[in-house]
């Protein structure tokens, strides 16, 4: 199985700052195959990035995804006052597929 | 509008058994693989176990193998989770998903571009 390792656990930022959050494998994810989840309180997950770097259906461009392999990014170019939430990563290359821990955004 | 809703939570006795359902709308339901997805209260997501869109293949976490079924109606757009020998640490809010892609089946490759609300299942005595 592979194990997703979210840092930081917690990240203080103003808005208008730009977050990255990491996502790391303890194996190679083949083809790319690693989305992204924004979860806010009381709601459910919603997708954000898949396929390592496409954006859902109205995600916009502020968000974006990169990396490889073992070690994954995802990039909130300027921060807005509702993209305050938890973020998971997902791998989807290897059954079973597996959730990151969670990184929670918030405000500073 | 595209949606799924679940029902069927609710508090149950260790060892206890609970049928949870999840009712697809505004899309060919039949055409997408869906799975459930569980959180326990203020931890992360742990995926539990998903259905082909033919209910013709299934997969299932090791944590929950040999005590949950999953299975399917396409007739009535309706996913179901049936829960036995159930413990504490199956409490949890359990969403049902979809798979984006349509026709797509292997075990593993799934991600999720559709959830419902949830349906909060608490095993305690």
């Known amino acids: 199985e592979i194990v997703l390792t979210q840092s930081p656990g917690t990240l203080s930022l103003s808005p208008g700052e730009r977050a990255t959050l990491s996502c790391r494998a303890s194996q190679s994810v083949s083809s790319s195959s690693l989305a992204w989840y924004q979860q806010k309180p009381g709601q459910a997950p919603r997708l954000l990035i898949y396929?390592?770097?496409s954006r859902a259906t109205g995600i916009p461009d502020r968000f974006s995804g990169s990396g490889s392999g073992t070690d994954f990014t995802l990039t909130i170019s300027g921060l807005e006052p509702e993209d305050f939430a938890v973020y998971y990563c997902?791998?989807?290359?290897?059954?079973?597929?597996?959730f990151g821990g969670g990184t929670k955004v918030e405000i500073k | 509008e595209v949606k799924l809703s679940e029902s069927g939570g609710g508090l149950v006795q260790p060892g206890g058994s609970l049928r949870l359902s999840c009712e697809g709308s505004?899309?060919?339901?039949?055409?997408?693989?869906t799975s459930w997805v569980r959180q326990a209260p203020g931890k992360g997501l742990e995926w539990v176990s998903a259905?082909?869109?033919?209910?013709?293949?299934?997969d299932y976490a090791d944590s929950v193998k040999g005590r949950f079924t999953v299975s399917r109606d396409n007739s009535k757009n309706t996913l179901f989770l049936q829960m036995n020998s159930l413990r504490a640490e199956d409490t949890a809010v359990y969403y049902c998903?979809?798979?984006?892609?349509?026709?797509?089946?292997?075990?593993?490759?799934?991600?999720?571009?559709?959830w419902g609300r949830g349906t909060l299942v608490t095993v305690s005595s």
């Open positions: 396929g390592k770097v």
């Open positions: 259905i082909s869109g033919s209910a013709t293949r299934t």
């Open positions: 998903a979809k798979d984006q892609r349509p026709w797509l089946w292997s075990p593993g490759d799934l991600y999720f571009d559709l």
């Open positions: 505004g899309f060919t339901f039949s055409n997408y693989a």
């Open positions: 997902q791998q989807y290359g290897s059954s079973p597929l597996t």
